[in-house]
């Protein structure tokens, strides 16, 4: 595998259920990224974690919590998710939350909410 | 409040140039990047520009005013696959990325 993986790709899922959303980046970064991105709107950054210290939660609803147990890898742990809330899910990883390092996206969860 | 704006849409011929602009109002500037993202599929970065002046990559090519907040991407000889969303974000003074709804780019043949 290269770059960042996402999985799953596509994930339907109840109001009451509860379910994670995985990220796993081979490419060596120290900072990763939880993006949520709803049709013609701007990119919403959720969490970011630089050395596995979060570093900014901007004023996501605690129906989301991240994990960051090493480096390489990034969960996004959903429960009593709202309707609004689908969305694609996209992680990215850089190798530091600095000022000129680009982002590497993953493909994206499909995220629907019933 | 902090804001970039892009046209939501343009229309344009294969072969052609086209010009996306962007502009922006941030607390702060360390940088403006430019990404593609093809329906269904990741951003891909195309760009960046810290300093005044035009960036040349291939048939893209990115331009940069600070004193404007602005920015533009141009595309030369269009190519069917450059039809994809192209997002503007800017990085502001604690080096968040504040991005743009992105422009979606059609390519007539």
């Known amino acids: 595998e290269t770059g960042v993986t996402q999985t799953p790709r596509h994930l339907v899922m109840g109001m009451t259920n509860k379910k994670s959303l995985k990220c796993e980046q081979h490419?060596?970064?120290?900072?990763m990224y939880w993006y949520k991105q709803s049709a013609k709107k701007p990119l919403e950054l959720m969490f970011v974690?630089?050395?596995?210290?979060?570093?900014e939660n901007n004023s996501v609803p605690s129906r989301f919590s991240p994990e960051c147990p090493n480096s390489s890898h990034l969960f996004l742990h959903l429960h009593t998710l709202q309707p609004e809330d689908s969305a694609l899910y996209l992680c990215?990883?850089?190798?530091?939350?600095?000022?000129?390092?680009?982002?590497?996206f993953g493909p994206g969860t499909r995220l629907t909410v019933l | 409040g902090q804001n970039i704006d892009q046209p939501t849409e343009m229309t344009a011929t294969e072969g052609a140039i086209v010009q996306i602009n962007c502009t922006y109002q941030?607390?702060?500037?360390?940088?403006l990047f430019w990404y593609q993202q093809h329906a269904g599929e990741a951003p891909t970065f195309l760009s960046y520009?810290?300093l005044d002046g035009l960036e040349e990559k291939g048939r893209f090519s990115s331009f940069l005013s600070r004193s404007k907040g602005y920015s533009y991407l141009l595309l030369k000889e269009l190519q069917m696959k450059d039809s994809a969303s192209y997002l503007c974000?800017?990085?502001?003074?604690?080096?968040?990325?504040?991005w743009g709804a992105g422009t979606k780019l059609i390519i007539k043949p």
């Open positions: 990215a990883s850089s190798q530091e939350q600095g000022a000129s390092y680009e982002q590497f």
């Open positions: 490419l060596g970064h120290n900072a």
């Open positions: 974690y630089n050395f596995k210290e979060q570093t």
């Open positions: 941030t607390s702060g500037f360390n940088g």
């Open positions: 520009n810290v």
């Open positions: 974000a800017v990085k502001d003074s604690n080096y968040q990325l504040i």
